[in-house]
């Protein structure tokens, strides 16, 4: 079957400006994450959702990064006033969402670049 | 909070040689480890993975990892690396509970050399 796919797969946007990044997660998955890839770094998390529970933003790393989540489908993450230090590959990931699998798929990545 | 700490960020081998990737964890609740493995140009996959049960686990390409709760480590293994196994090698931690958000380590970039 299809796996976790983003869009886009790479975006150079301005300083300042706001970007919208897509996920589409695996059928069936009710577990969905972001993470953020700087260059030379390990992965961040950034948000999880899980099912209809509140969201674990607690990796958010300030109010200019939201994400949405429709039921158990696409995700969006949003960046407002984009800043250079924002400029890093950001992965979504789905699982099932369940104690005895725990793994996570994850997408391709989405290259962000704010010049 | 867990964390994950990965004490080699570059293994440069020859090619049959063993190899060990170094992963230490620190938690205060029981956990659950992964290793994943970003190929060039590629996205990440999962390796292999420690649930419970046997505290030895193989993947399917040779790779292996052991458990051991006392000294809080997953190190990864081979004992005859191909050029084809040069990669981004992350470990990763979950804590137990209904929150499977991943904690992973800065990653080991393996480089298999003829």
């Known amino acids: 079957g299809a796996g976790v796919s983003q869009s886009p797969s790479n975006k150079v946007t301005e300083k300042g400006k706001d970007v919208e990044l897509r996920c589409d997660p695996i059928?069936?998955?009710?577990?969905l994450y972001w993470y953020r890839q700087r260059l030379g770094q390990g992965l961040e998390f950034l948000i999880y959702f899980q099912g209809n529970s509140a969201p674990d933003k607690s990796g958010l790393p300030s109010d200019r990064f939201s994400a949405e989540r429709t039921g158990e489908s696409v995700s969006t993450l949003t960046i407002q006033r984009t800043q250079q230090e924002d400029s890093a590959v950001y992965l979504c990931?789905?699982?099932?969402?369940?104690?005895?699998?725990?793994?996570?798929?994850f997408g391709p990545g989405t290259r962000l670049t704010v010049t | 909070a867990q964390s994950v700490t990965q004490l080699d960020s570059q293994v440069p081998v020859f090619e049959e040689a063993p190899v060990e990737l170094r992963c230490n964890y620190s938690?205060?609740?029981?956990?659950?480890l992964f290793w994943y493995v970003q190929y060039p140009n590629q996205g990440l996959q999962l390796l292999l993975k420690?649930?419970?049960?046997?505290?030895l686990v193989e993947s399917i390409n040779g790779f292996e990892a052991e458990f051991n709760k006392s000294q809080t480590s997953f190190h990864l293994r081979k004992p005859s690396v191909h050029i084809s196994d040069t990669a981004e090698y992350f470990c990763a931690v979950s804590r137990g509970g209904s929150n499977y958000k991943l904690t992973f380590g800065k990653g080991t970039l393996l480089t298999v050399n003829p």
């Open positions: 059928s069936g998955h009710t577990a």
């Open positions: 990931a789905s699982s099932l969402g369940l104690a005895g699998a725990r793994e996570q798929y």
């Open positions: 420690y649930l419970s049960g046997s505290t």
């Open positions: 938690s205060s609740v029981s956990v659950y």
